[in-house]
């Protein structure tokens, strides 16, 4: 039996329901593969079927205000992929009459698509012989071939790609990836796999030279950088102040005043007001949260303060009605707990 053979005959046994699964729709596998992107399977259940009941078409996603989109994507995290999906669909609705295209470099084409999940569609919504190559399979794939150079070289990244591509039968493409995907996440794991267990075995590399725990090799990551922050909360009279961000980080998000570095509550109004324009007053300490992000850490002091002027040019103070309908990064979890008073 073939490489594919085993390892499909495996999935056929093994394979996760996942509502996802088992149809032939692009556009279902175009949302569920963005939301898989470093996130667990478990988080996106819930998120998917709510985002596929909310827009069950790519029409009506391109149709949908940002807003709308994000406020679904709340919590999600990386909200970069909600924006760039949003962008694609509407591309797709207007370029391209709705239908989202089977070949690869017409899905590279896409805003939000790149190499993996343009080999997704093309494999599991239209059954297209291309390879799908994430972090499960460039670990899967390096330890059966035995690719032990550092796979943050291109070079390597691209035989790592060929080597998958030569997998992939021409029968079953979508869920041969599928079951390549599968097997990364819960045998070919990250440190020790469960090679007693695996399907492949006895086509590895890796599991016949017994170093299959120093496979990959990858590259080397630089720490997050830590950010400390001074969290404003300013009410004026039951409204909070906020704002939408325009950085690329958080874009289209809402956040409260955040002033860079960390400050006593005596040098607090000094810098609110050069930094926002507001003169604030009542200091108080309320707490204090950390948000770890993929490449920055933000260690927040939190502080309410009160002021009676209006709101500053690009700021709005806003009911708690109001903010509950806002899309609020899970980052200041903990401040927006503090203003709904939990
Ligand atoms: S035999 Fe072990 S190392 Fe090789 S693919 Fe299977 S789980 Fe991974």
């Not at 069950?56 to 999600?76: F, I, R, S, Y």
């Not at 150079?149 to 599928?178: C, H, M, W, Y």
């Not at 399907?199 to 400390?228: F, Q, S, T, W």
Request: some cysteine.
């Amino acid at each position: 039996m073939s490489f594919a053979e085993h390892l499909l005959r495996w999935y056929d046994e093994h394979a996760r329901t996942l509502p996802w699964r088992g149809i032939h729709n692009a556009y279902h596998t175009w949302v569920s593969e963005t939301m898989l992107q470093q996130t667990r399977v478990e988080t996106v259940l819930s998120y998917y079927q709510r985002f596929i009941d909310r827009f069950p078409t790519v029409e009506a996603l391109a149709a949908a205000p940002e807003d709308e989109v994000l406020k679904l994507w709340e919590g999600l995290g990386y909200y970069r992929r909600a924006r760039n999906l949003h962008r694609g669909a509407r591309q797709v609705a207007e370029e391209l009459g709705g239908v989202i295209p089977s070949d690869v470099k017409e899905l590279l084409k896409i805003s939000g698509i790149g190499e993996y999940t343009a080999g997704a569609i093309a494999s599991i919504a239209y059954d297209r012989c291309v390879p799908a190559v994430d972090g499960n399979v460039i670990r899967v794939v390096s330890r059966v071939r035995g690719i032990r150079e550092n796979v943050g070289i291109p070079s390597v990244k691209r035989q790592i790609t060929q080597a998958a591509a030569e997998l992939v039968p021409q029968e079953r493409p979508g869920d041969f990836n599928q079951a390549m995907m599968d097997l990364g996440a819960t045998i070919c794991v990250p440190g020790t796999p469960s090679c007693e267990r695996c399907p492949v075995a006895e086509m590895c590399d890796a599991c016949r030279e017994g170093d299959a725990e120093d496979i990959p090799e990858l590259p080397r990551k630089n720490p997050p950088k830590v950010i400390n922050y001074d969290l404003c909360l300013i009410y004026n009279g039951d409204r909070v102040l906020m704002r939408q961000r325009t950085e690329t980080m958080l874009q289209g998000l809402w956040i409260y005043p955040m002033i860079e570095e960390h400050h006593t509550a005596k040098q607090l109004p000094a810098l609110v007001k050069r930094r926002i324009g507001l003169p604030v007053a009542d200091i108080q300490p309320a707490g204090e949260a950390k948000h770890v992000f993929t490449h920055q850490v933000w260690q927040m002091k939190i502080y309410t303060m009160s002021t009676t002027a209006e709101a500053p040019d690009g700021w709005r103070f806003v009911t708690l009605e109001e903010m509950q309908a806002l899309t609020i990064p899970t980052a200041v979890k903990k401040a927006k707990e503090i203003v709904l008073g939990q």
